[in-house]
């Protein structure tokens, strides 16, 4: 079955660690996205990429880093510059230019120790 | 620029009535689209309902149908037959051709109470 994955489920970072969270989709969706969610809140972009080897900053880009080496995967690191970054990480696909939506993976929490 | 707006952080009603989520949206585009997203205890952002606001027809999924009011820029999400599944939070948002992001709203949680 065609879907995206993201690993892992939760995630305990220290302080002062880089961190990196997995996004992998067999859907050949084009674009892919990174977005965080605080408690309570809606969803603030990261970062995207609509085509491989390129990706653009979203609203709360500082202390993120993304690569797009391959159309199936998105990775997001969480460096140690991020000073809040306990939260819950979703990543989404989508056709470039698509308007049907996005397919969203299951998400990762990560938590700061 | 574009916004979405929830303007009901939470609600709550009896298993089996009707409810309906409030959405509104600001925009000088002409074509877009418009989506509601359920996200459940388990977090998993599940789509609803799409509507293309070219078209005048509200769409309808089952159980859920929009009013969609192009010339208000309101985009309202009706439930009917609540079930206790339905208990998430139901985010609203936004897609214009022009940039091909969607933009959020910042969610309404839902609870159905048995």
């Known amino acids: 079955d065609g879907g995206i994955t993201q690993s892992p489920k939760y995630l305990f970072r220290k302080e002062g660690q880089n961190v990196t969270l997995s996004c992998e989709q067999n859907l050949n969706h084009d674009a892919m996205y990174w977005y965080r969610q605080d408690p309570g809140q809606g969803l603030r972009l990261i970062y995207y990429s609509q085509i491989v080897n390129d990706f653009q900053k979203g609203d709360i880009a500082e202390g993120y880093s993304v690569s797009r080496e391959k159309k199936e995967s998105f990775p997001l690191t969480v460096t140690s510059a991020q000073k809040n970054p306990t939260a819950f990480y979703l990543c989404?696909?989508?056709?470039?230019?698509?308007?049907?939506?996005?397919?969203f993976g299951s998400g990762t929490r990560l938590t700061v120790v | 620029a574009q916004t979405v707006t929830q303007s009901q952080p939470e609600m709550s009603v009896q298993e089996a009535e009707t409810v309906t989520l409030s959405c509104t949206y600001d925009?000088?585009?002409?074509?877009?689209?418009l989506f509601w997203y359920k996200q459940p205890p388990s977090r998993q952002m599940i789509l609803v309902i799409r509507?293309?606001?070219?078209k005048q027809q509200n769409a309808t999924e089952n159980r859920f149908s929009v009013n969609f009011q192009k010339a208000a820029k309101s985009f309202s999400l009706k439930i009917s037959d609540s079930q206790l599944g339905d208990t998430a939070m139901y985010f609203c948002?936004?897609?214009?051709?022009?940039?091909?992001?969607?933009?959020w709203g910042a969610g309404t949680k839902l609870i159905i109470k048995p």
């Open positions: 948002a936004f897609f214009m051709d022009s940039n091909y992001q969607l933009i």
């Open positions: 989404a696909s989508s056709y470039y230019r698509d308007s049907d939506g996005y397919t």
């Open positions: 509507q293309e606001a070219y």
């Open positions: 925009t000088s585009e002409s074509n877009y689209y």
